[in-house]
């Protein structure tokens, strides 16, 4: 996944994170313009994991507001994140082995036996 998307309204850069041995990543979503416009590079959101919902999802900042165009990229984002991540190999957080899905739909680990819910 790249560190970076640009679309018409916003841009989506990786969070800087300080969250040491962290699973998922953080993006912030800002405003996009060019060098001169005071408006631009301000903090609108970020997007990271929600654990209920098992997928990435957006968190906006208090007091801002979207028309159509920023949700769809926001959301088209979220997509492209959600498919990236299904195609990442997982890991046992056992054994550090690769899980493979099991004829239940979920993933354990063959080595040890644990069931994997990351």
Do not use: N
Request: hydrophobic fraction near 40%; charged fraction near 35%; proline fraction near 3%.
């Amino acid at each position: 996944m790249s560190a970076e998307a640009s679309a018409k309204w916003i841009t989506v850069r990786l969070a800087l994170d300080d969250r040491p041995g962290a699973k998922t990543r953080r993006w912030d979503v800002l405003t996009k313009g060019d060098e001169k416009d005071v408006r631009a590079g301000i903090r609108l959101g970020s997007i990271r994991w929600w654990g209920r919902w098992r997928r990435y999802a957006f968190f906006p900042e208090a007091g801002t507001l979207y028309e159509s165009t920023c949700l769809r990229d926001i959301a088209a984002f979220l997509d492209q994140v959600m498919k990236a991540r299904l195609v990442e190999p997982r890991k046992c957080s056992g054994c550090a082995g690769r899980v493979k899905k099991t004829m239940a739909g979920k993933w354990a680990c063959p080595k040890c036996e644990e069931l994997e819910f990351s």
